[in-house]
């Protein structure tokens, strides 16, 4: 069963960090480019990052995140990450990834699979 489960997020000061993960399972992860994306309610859902199949050498990052987040992957471990440094007010979201087969970046129907989400919050 094809399945991406995100984690790491939680509650972070001002100006903190975090990592997120995408672990991934259920089809062949190199075929696969995998793009990060966040919702605030009552929002639409934006892309954010997407990192390309194969090695991972080209990136994909809004310009409101660049020099802020961070995408990498682990091949062996069908993980891919995304750092975010220097957290900001519009940044707290629910943070998704997802698997598409055909370019990075992509339009979101293009993405096959979604997992459920993982929460970024910023204390007060």
């Given at each position: 069963?094809?399945?991406?489960?995100?984690?790491?997020?939680?509650e972070?000061?001002?100006?903190?960090?975090?990592?997120?993960s995408?672990?991934?399972?259920?089809?062949?992860?190199?075929?696969?480019?995998?793009?990060?994306?966040?919702?605030?309610?009552?929002?639409?859902?934006?892309?954010?990052?997407?990192?390309?199949?194969?090695?991972?050498?080209?990136?994909?990052?809004?310009?409101?995140?660049?020099?802020?987040?961070?995408?990498?992957?682990?091949?062996?471990?069908?993980?891919?990450?995304?750092?975010?440094?220097?957290?900001?007010?519009?940044?707290?979201?629910?943070?998704?990834?997802?698997?598409?087969?055909?370019?990075?970046?992509?339009?979101?129907?293009?993405?096959?699979?979604?997992?459920?989400?993982?929460?970024?919050?910023?204390?007060?």
């Amino acid at each position: 069963q094809v399945q991406l489960v995100e984690t790491g997020g939680g509650e972070v000061q001002p100006g903190g960090s975090l990592r997120l993960s995408c672990a991934t399972a259920g089809f062949t992860f190199r075929l696969y480019y995998i793009g990060w994306f966040r919702q605030v309610p009552g929002q639409e859902r934006e892309p954010v990052s997407c990192i390309t199949n194969s090695d991972g050498s080209t990136y994909y990052y809004r310009d409101s995140v660049k020099g802020r987040f961070t995408i990498s992957k682990d091949n062996t471990k069908r993980t891919v990450y995304l750092l975010i440094d220097n957290v900001k007010p519009e940044d707290p979201a629910i943070y998704y990834c997802a698997m598409a087969r055909t370019r990075c970046p992509a339009p979101q129907y293009e993405y096959d699979t979604w997992g459920q989400g993982t929460q970024v919050t910023v204390s007060s």
